[in-house]
């Protein structure tokens, strides 16, 4: 829902907007027969059967549950951040970065993700510029290793030791505020793109106790799609940190609607 043109969803060869991917979607299900409650589930029960969910201050019951909440990037927090997103600040390199085709811009962290973005902006951009607050990367060596034969190239540089404290621009961003943490100075740097890449969280505070998560939070899956609770299944990016794409979590979707099928059988 959140983001622009999707170019890497197949069937749709000028590309999408997200917002009408969703509704497609959704008119989709509903000419099954799903219906679609607007409310945030505040809390579930697997306890018994059937497992109840509280939603909008209603009971719901259920004999099978897909748990399919997502992840949310991590922001920065910083000034200028939620003002210019989609607007020059973007989290997602492969949705992006072809709007950034000979622009100058920058990636903010120092994990796979960060160098799996910088990377993928080299394609597009003039130059791109890592900024990590600390002096070492905390990603792969291998990714590390390509992105420093990007360095040797000309195509990427680091800035080390350095925490992005703003975003400025009028309209679109045209600056970055850059401090750095061993000399406390602040400058500002001008960049038409930043992508914020400092990870992601699992949304499951709801599911916490309730279903097995791993020590960062992310949904336990055992043979796919299924939980430690027999009925309740996952699909998407509360489970997968690994491809995190619309179209993995849309495979893993029909995964688990074919297990519940399944199950609802036996
Ligand atoms: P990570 O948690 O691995 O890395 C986050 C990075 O962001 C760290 O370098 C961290 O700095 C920095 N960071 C965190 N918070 C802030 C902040 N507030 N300000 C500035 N910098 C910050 O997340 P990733 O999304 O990179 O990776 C998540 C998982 O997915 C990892 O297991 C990774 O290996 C995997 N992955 C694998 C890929 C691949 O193999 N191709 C591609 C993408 C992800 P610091 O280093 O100082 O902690």
């Known amino acids: 829902m959140l983001t622009t043109t999707v170019d890497n969803y197949p069937g749709f060869p000028e590309g999408v907007q997200g917002p009408d991917l969703m509704s497609a979607m959704r008119k989709q299900a509903q000419r099954f027969g799903a219906e679609v409650v607007e409310k945030n589930v505040t809390a579930v029960d697997f306890a018994g059967k059937p497992f109840k969910l509280t939603a909008g201050g209603k009971e719901y019951l259920a004999k099978s549950i897909i748990i399919a909440t997502g992840a949310e990037t991590n922001w920065l927090g910083i000034p200028g951040e939620d003002r210019l997103r989609g607007r020059g ?64 190239a000309g195509k990427v540089e680091i800035v080390w030791d350095s925490e992005v404290v703003g ?18 100075e602040v400058g500002d740097r001008a960049f038409e793109g930043a992508f914020v890449a400092i990870g992601h969280n699992p ?28 009925g309740v299944f996952i699909a998407g990016d509360v489970h997968d940190t690994h491809y995190r794409q619309a179209v993995t979590a849309a495979g893993f979707g029909c995964m688990a609607g074919m297990e519940v099928l399944k199950y609802l059988d036996k």
Do not use: W
Request: aromatic share 8%; with cysteine.
């Open 203 to 230: 949304s499951t505070e709801i599911f916490r106790g309730k279903v097995d998560l791993d020590e960062k939070g992310y949904a336990k899956a055992f043979d796919h799609t299924k939980t430690n609770v027999e």
């Open 167 to 184: 975003f400025l621009g009028e309209a679109t961003l045209e600056k970055i505020r850059i401090k750095n943490t061993k000399t406390s």
């Open 89 to 152: 600040v973007s989290s997602c390199a492969p949705c992006d970065a072809p709007f950034f085709k000979n622009k100058n811009v920058a990636v903010i962290g120092g994990g796979d993700s960060a160098m799996e973005e910088a990377l993928v902006l080299t394609k597009y951009a003039t130059k791109v510029t890592i900024i990590h607050r600390r002096d070492a990367f905390k990603a792969s060596k291998a990714m590390q290793s390509k992105v420093m034969g990007q360095v040797q």
